[in-house]
């Protein structure tokens, strides 16, 4: 299939031969070639050369004279001629070769270039060509006068064969009649413008010069200002003129006909135009999809190249490792089995060595086991001698332990009857420790009963106690008698004296006599060396009341530094430290843990200071606290501080 561009030189070589098979059939009458002739067609009718021979001498009538004397049989030597011809007229030619079996191009641009130069020229060129060469005569054709510029063109541009074209004036004598000066035209002798007028020099001449004859008449006539022209010249003008319209409707004519030529020719291209459009259109359109498909087929294609390749870049890096492994596994093996073989060596070496050693020390054991043979065989002897004689002392001996073991069994019989004995005793005593455990039953029955009894006999005693802690006032009041602080003069005491039984007596100096002295009476006084584990053992007993449910109140009650924080708090953390408060708590939380199986106890403790009239709840990390306020309650001795923690 054929590219655009080649399919348009394939039109354009088409069109361009029909051109000159249009011209050749308008200058040759027996050219009949149809004008879709192919190239071949074309080479054959112009092998020969004669055609163009024919061509160029219808052009320029003699340009041949000279060179050619006539259509030669041989082809070449007609063909050189009309080449000669073009090169003078400095055409491009062709190759004989080309005719013959070439490209036709060149022969049909040479051609159409010969066609457009005449046309330009409108035979001026070839009237210079055909006055360098000599005119031929040429035969004379049976219709005279004027021809119409239809014939013109069947018949070429210019009729050499006209009857009135008189040879004599032809080439160099037509030249000169049209070189005249101004102002000799009307001098003209008549001879000499009727031999212009009937020779073929006005047909030969060119169209300037037959302008330029026209003009100068009339310029001569306008200088004379008389306006009178000879006849003659009138006539000769006439005819000038006449040529140049006949030349003019020639003109004329062949603009008609190559403009039909040009509209056929552009109908044809754009039909041709059209069939190559929708032909374009078919082709994009397959075209991108075979692109299409051509670069999925490349992507695809190329995925897989670059996969194949990867893989096949790693199976030769995996190759290259294992025989890398493997080399060294050969070079392993290789070291390995020389060590071997060393060590085999050695081993070897030293197996011999100690074989040697073995038959040396086998030799000598031998020899060590034959002596020890005839040792042991003279012990044998030996021992069988000590042998019989031991079985000798044996078998006394077993006579001996006969007699033994009769005496044994006599024993065991004896054994045996005092088992029995034991055996009967053994039973007494049994039965004795029967009855005694059943008698441990009914004790321990008894101690059942009394511990069932324990809780009623527990509340009598509780209630016993409490009935003597009554006894002994359910007000009491003991007095702590603070030691001397360091520093504090122990002289200036104002205690004077305290008695077993709770007296006291107060000496104050600043009064005399009897006034001086004071007894006060308590219950009991604590002395200045008295211990915090002292003063509690009084308070215990009604702190213990408590669990029987009763209320005890104990307060402290002195001047500032007297020591009650002393003694109710204590001085500090250790246990002989503790005050009454943290004895009374421990105290109490003992006997509930003694009493657990029994009595289960809940025990809730609130810190409250009395200060200046207000209550300040000392377990609350609250600062701003709000105000307490002690309540009396409606059982017996309630008094209580709801909101205190
Ligand atoms: N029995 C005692 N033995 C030794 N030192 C004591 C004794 N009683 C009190 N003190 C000491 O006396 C000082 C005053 O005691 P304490 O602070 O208990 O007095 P207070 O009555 O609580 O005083 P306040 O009313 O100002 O709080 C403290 O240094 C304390 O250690």
Redesign the pocket.
């Given at each position: 299939m054929g590219t655009f561009g080649g399919q348009f030189e394939d039109f354009h070589a088409d069109d361009r031969r029909a051109e000159v098979i249009d011209w050749l059939g308008g200058l040759l009458p027996e050219f009949d070639l149809p004008l879709d002739s192919s190239d071949e067609e074309l080479r054959e009718y112009l092998i020969d050369g004669t055609a163009l021979c024919y061509t160029a001498d219808k052009l320029m009538p003699g340009v041949l004279e000279g060179v050619w004397g006539g259509y030669a049989s041989d082809h070449r030597s007609n063909v050189k001629k009309f080449l000669s011809v073009i090169a003078e007229m400095g055409l491009p030619g062709f190759s004989v070769k080309d005719l013959e079996e070439g490209s036709m191009s060149s022969i049909v641009e040479c051609l159409l270039a010969l066609r457009d130069n005449v046309s330009a020229g409108l035979g001026e060129n070839m009237s210079n060509y055909a006055a360098k060469t000599p005119s031929r005569p040429v035969a004379p054709v049976s219709t005279p006068g004027r021809r119409s510029p239809g014939e013109d063109r069947r018949r070429g541009l210019w009729d050499a064969k006209s009857p009135q074209r008189s040879p004599l004036l032809s080439g160099q004598k037509a030249n000169e009649v049209f070189q005249f000066k101004r102002g000799q035209y009307t001098d003209l002798p008549a001879a000499k413008i009727s031999e212009m007028i009937q020779s073929n020099s006005l047909d030969n001449a060119p169209t300037q010069s037959l302008l330029r004859v026209v003009n100068g008449i009339l310029d001569e006539s306008i200088e004379r200002k008389r306006g009178e022209i000879p006849h003659r010249v009138v006539y000769l003008l006439r005819n000038v003129v006449q040529e140049i319209e006949h030349r003019i409707s020639i003109q004329a004519e062949h603009i008609r006909n190559q403009n039909s030529i040009i509209k056929t020719r552009e109908d044809k291209y754009r039909s041709k135009i059209k069939a190559l459009e929708t032909l374009v259109n078919g082709t994009n359109e397959e075209n991108e999809m075979a692109i299409n498909r051509l670069e999925l087929v490349k992507v695809v294609e190329k995925s897989k190249i670059d996969e194949r390749r990867k893989i096949g870049e790693q199976d030769m890096v995996r190759l290259m490792r294992e025989k890398e492994n493997a080399e060294n596994t050969v070079t392993n093996l290789q070291q390995e089995i020389q060590v071997m073989s060393r060590m085999f060596e050695e081993y070897r070496e030293q197996m011999e060595e100690k074989t040697s050693q073995m038959e040396e020390h086998l030799t000598l054991r031998a020899k060590e086991a034959e002596f020890l043979l005839t040792q042991s065989k003279k012990r044998v002897e030996e021992v069988e001698t000590a042998s019989e004689l031991q079985s000798q002392l044996w078998s006394k001996k077993a006579n001996t332990f006969r007699s033994f073991m009769d005496n044994q069994k006599l024993s065991i019989k004896d054994i045996r009857i005092s088992s029995q004995s034991i055996k009967q005793e053994m039973f007494a005593l049994q039965m004795k420790w029967r009855d005694e455990i059943s008698n441990i039953g009914l004790d321990l029955k008894g101690l059942v009963d009394a511990a069932e009894n324990y809780h009623g006999v527990l509340a009598e005693n509780q209630k016993l106690f409490n009935e003597v802690q009554e006894l002994k006032g359910n007000i009491r009041v003991y007095c702590?008698v603070?030691?001397f602080?360091p520093g504090q003069d122990g002289k200036s005491t104002a205690v004077d004296y305290i008695g077993e039984n709770g007296e006291i007596l107060i000496s104050n100096p600043s009064k005399q006599g009897k006034d001086g002295y004071r007894m006060f009476k308590f219950n009991k006084i604590f002395n200045?060396h008295v211990s915090q584990a002292e003063v509690f053992s009084d308070i215990q007993p009604l702190i213990r009341s408590v669990l029987d449910g009763f209320n005890v109140c104990i307060f402290a009650y002195?001047q500032?530094?007297?020591?009650?924080?002393?003694?109710m708090s204590g001085?500090g953390k250790s246990k002989e430290d503790w005050g009454v408060n943290y004895r009374a708590l421990n105290d109490l939380f003992d006997i509930s843990l003694k009493r657990r199986n029994t009595f289960s106890y809940e025990v809730e403790v609130q810190m409250v200071e009395i200060y200046n009239e207000q209550v300040r709840d000392l377990l609350s990390n609250d600062i701003a606290q709000k105000r307490l306020g002690i309540w009396s309650t409606s059982q017996p001795n309630g008094l209580v501080v709801p909101d205190a923690s």
């Open positions: 702590r603070r030691p602080l200045t002195g500032t530094g007297s020591g009650k924080t002393y003694t001085p």
